[in-house]
């Protein structure tokens, strides 16, 4: 009797403004996953690794950090990103393992590329050099308004808001209107889901689309 092939890894990257609930989505989809008998990995960008999480603390929390350039910031996600890849992403990838990533290269196309209004062929040819063939097979853009994002981050705050989470209500238009407009020229990848609904709702879209995407 012949052995079963191992199941092909994925990447499945979670998308949306800050308090959309990515977090909170790739915990549920974990766990769906798990259910199933799928080997599962969560990680976070920028992070992930241990010379990841060291750049995150300079993007993130630097108390110099409302200085850096967006060209800086560009560079300093894809320093992170690329060590993610090849440390941790496609290693998990070629072992059958689904790999959840809370952002990934779409973030940098849309917070450096246009709400920081850096040229897009630049982005993209960072974004190319720091992912290899890491692409995603399925992103996820968790949709929620303007004003809906900046109250969650509110209510969630504990410390001092950090460096992204201080940007005004004028960026994060921005931020939501790049990533609408990356999903629809992405169609075939990029799922939008309405934020606003219910975490059992918005699991339950979530896990439709990721059993059509586990079935090819």
Excluded at 59 to 65: A, F, P, S, T
Excluded at 95 to 104: A, E, S
Excluded at 164 to 177: H, L, Q, W
Aim: aromatic share 4%; with cysteine.
């Amino acid at each position: 009797m012949p052995l079963k092939s191992k199941p092909a890894g994925k990447l499945i990257s979670f998308e949306g403004s800050e308090g959309s609930g990515k977090s909170t989505q790739m915990a549920r989809l974990a766990k769906r996953l798990q259910g199933v008998g799928r080997s599962v990995l969560t990680t976070r960008e920028p992070g992930g690794t241990e010379i990841g999480e060291q750049i995150r603390n300079i993007l993130v929390h630097n108390l110099k950090g409302d200085e850096m350039t967006p060209e800086t910031e560009l560079l300093l996600f894809a320093a992170s990103r690329a060590q993610h890849v090849r440390e941790l992403i496609a290693p998990n990838l070629t072992t059958g393992v689904i790999v959840l990533c809370d952002r990934f290269l779409d973030s940098s196309t849309v917070y450096q590329g246009i709400a920081r209004n850096l040229a897009a062929d630049p982005v993209a040819q960072i974004n190319r050099f720091a992912v290899g063939n890491a692409m995603p097979d399925l992103t996820f853009i968790l949709d929620v308004p303007t004003k809906v994002s900046l109250a969650r981050i509110k209510q969630r705050a504990s410390d001092l808001p950090d460096r992204m989470e201080r940007e005004n209500i004028e960026f994060y238009e921005k931020v939501r209107a790049g990533y609408l407009l990356l999903a629809k020229s992405m169609p075939e990848r990029v799922v939008v889901i309405d934020g606003t609904q219910s975490e059992a709702v918005v699991e339950k879209k979530i896990w439709a689309a990721v059993q059509k995407v586990l079935k090819t």
